[in-house]
C-alpha cells in the first residue's frame, strides 16, 4: 500500500489513463478527488474507487477557469483536509499541422489547458502541498521527443509543461515538494484504437497490421496500456520516489529512448 491514507487530487478523469490514474492510486491506499469537465464520468469512477473501499470526491471542472480551479482545491481541502499529491493530466489537443497554417486562437487554448491549467492547479493547491510535503506529477507526452509533421502545436504545449515542471521543482523543492513529469507513448486505450481503426480502413488493412507495424518499433513490442502508466505515476507519488524531483520519465516501452 505505497500511498496508505494519501490523497490524490488527479485532473482530468477519462476513461483512459485519467480513470487508470484514479483507481491504481486508490487500489495503494489512496483517497481521491477527481475533476474532469464530464460529470457523468465522475460518478462512473467515483463508484469504482468506493468500491475498492477507498472515499471520492467529484468536482467538475474546467481547469482553464480559475473560477473551477479555485472550487477544486477548495473541495478538496474541505473534505480531506489535505492533499498529498497533485497529478496535472488534464489536456486539451491543439489544432494538428505544419506551424505556418494551424490557427493561433486553437495553440492559445492548448496552452491555456496544457501548461497555464496546470499552472493554475499547482498554485492554488501550493499551500496543501508544502503541508504534506508532498508531490505533482505533470502528465506530458512523447511528442517532446520527436518532430514529426503536424505535431508542432501540441508538442509545443508539452514541451512548455516540462519547462514549467523543472522550474516549479527548483521552487518547491526547499518546501519538501517533489515535482516530476511522465512522457508516455501510445497508451492502448479507447482514442488510440480509434485512431488505428481509422487508418486501417483508410489502408485497407487490419487494425492489428497497424498495431502490429507499431508496436515493431517499441523495444517491448507491444503499446504500454493505461494501468501500465498509471502504475509509473503510482511511483512517482510515493516514498519510493523521495528523492526523484524535476525529473521526466518517459514510459512509452521504449520507443524512444532518453
Same mark, same amino acid.
Request: glycine content about 10%; proline content about 5%.
Given at each position: 500500500?505505497?500511498?496508505?491514507?494519501?490523497?490524490?487530487?488527479?485532473?482530468?478523469?477519462?476513461?483512459?489513463? &485519467?480513470?487508470?490514474?484514479?483507481?491504481?492510486?486508490?487500489?495503494?491506499?489512496?483517497?481521491?478527488?477527481?475533476?474532469?469537465?464530464? *460529470?457523468?464520468?465522475?460518478?462512473?469512477? !467515483?463508484?469504482?474507487? /468506493? &468500491? $475498492?473501499?477507498?472515499?471520492?470526491?467529484?468536482?467538475?471542472?474546467?481547469?482553464?477557469?480559475?473560477?473551477? =480551479?479555485?472550487?477544486?482545491?477548495?473541495?478538496?481541502? *474541505?473534505?480531506?483536509?489535505?492533499?498529498?499529491?497533485?497529478? #496535472? @493530466?488534464?489536456?486539451?489537443?491543439?489544432?494538428? &499541422?505544419? $506551424?505556418?497554417?494551424?490557427?493561433?486562437?486553437?495553440?492559445?487554448?492548448?496552452?491555456?489547458? #496544457?501548461?497555464?491549467?496546470?499552472?493554475?492547479?499547482? #498554485?492554488?493547491?501550493?499551500?496543501?502541498?508544502?503541508?504534506?510535503?508532498?508531490?505533482? +506529477?505533470? +502528465?506530458?507526452?512523447?511528442?517532446?521527443?520527436?518532430?514529426?509533421?503536424?505535431?508542432?502545436?501540441?508538442?509545443?504545449?508539452?514541451? !512548455?509543461? $516540462?519547462?514549467?515542471?523543472?522550474?516549479?521543482?527548483? *521552487? $518547491?523543492?526547499?518546501?519538501?515538494?517533489?515535482?516530476?513529469?511522465?512522457?508516455?507513448?501510445?497508451?492502448?486505450?479507447?482514442?488510440?484504437?480509434?485512431?488505428?481503426?481509422?487508418? =486501417?480502413?483508410?489502408?485497407?488493412?487490419?487494425?492489428?497490421?497497424?498495431?502490429?507495424?507499431?508496436?515493431?518499433?517499441?523495444?517491448?513490442?507491444?503499446?504500454?496500456?493505461?494501468?501500465?502508466? =498509471?502504475?509509473?505515476?503510482?511511483?512517482?507519488?510515493?516514498?519510493?520516489?523521495?528523492?526523484? /524531483?524535476?525529473?521526466?520519465?518517459?514510459? @512509452? &516501452?521504449?520507443?524512444?529512448?532518453?
Amino acid at each position: 500500500m505505497l500511498l496508505q491514507d494519501k490523497v490524490v487530487v488527479v485532473s482530468g478523469i477519462g476513461p483512459g489513463l &485519467g480513470r487508470s490514474i484514479a483507481l491504481r492510486c486508490a487500489r495503494q491506499g489512496a483517497d481521491i478527488v477527481l475533476a474532469a469537465r464530464t *460529470e457523468s464520468r465522475l460518478a462512473e469512477v !467515483a463508484k469504482e474507487v /468506493t &468500491g $475498492l473501499g477507498r472515499r471520492a470526491v467529484t468536482v467538475p471542472a474546467d481547469i482553464a477557469s480559475e473560477q473551477d =480551479a479555485v472550487r477544486l482545491a477548495e473541495t478538496a481541502m *474541505e473534505s480531506f483536509g489535505r492533499v498529498d499529491t497533485l497529478v #496535472n @493530466n488534464a489536456f486539451a489537443v491543439p489544432p494538428m &499541422g505544419d $506551424l505556418d497554417g494551424v490557427p493561433f486562437d486553437g495553440i492559445r487554448q492548448g496552452f491555456e489547458t #496544457n501548461v497555464l491549467g496546470a499552472l493554475r492547479l499547482t #498554485n492554488l493547491f501550493r499551500p496543501m502541498l508544502e503541508a504534506s510535503r508532498g508531490s505533482i +506529477v505533470m +502528465v506530458s507526452s512523447m511528442v517532446i521527443r520527436h518532430s514529426k509533421p503536424a505535431f508542432g502545436p501540441y508538442k509545443m504545449t508539452k514541451s !512548455a509543461l $516540462l519547462s514549467m515542471a523543472q522550474s516549479l521543482s527548483t *521552487e $518547491l523543492g526547499p518546501k519538501g515538494v517533489r515535482v516530476n513529469t511522465i512522457a508516455p507513448g501510445y497508451i492502448w486505450a479507447g482514442n488510440v484504437k480509434y485512431y488505428f481503426d481509422y487508418l =486501417a480502413k483508410q489502408r485497407g488493412i487490419s487494425p492489428q497490421e497497424v498495431y502490429d507495424e507499431v508496436a515493431a518499433g517499441i523495444d517491448l513490442r507491444k503499446l504500454p496500456e493505461p494501468d501500465e502508466v =498509471a502504475d509509473t505515476i503510482v511511483f512517482l507519488a510515493s516514498d519510493l520516489a523521495r528523492a526523484v /524531483t524535476g525529473q521526466c520519465l518517459d514510459v @512509452n &516501452g521504449g520507443e524512444y529512448h532518453h
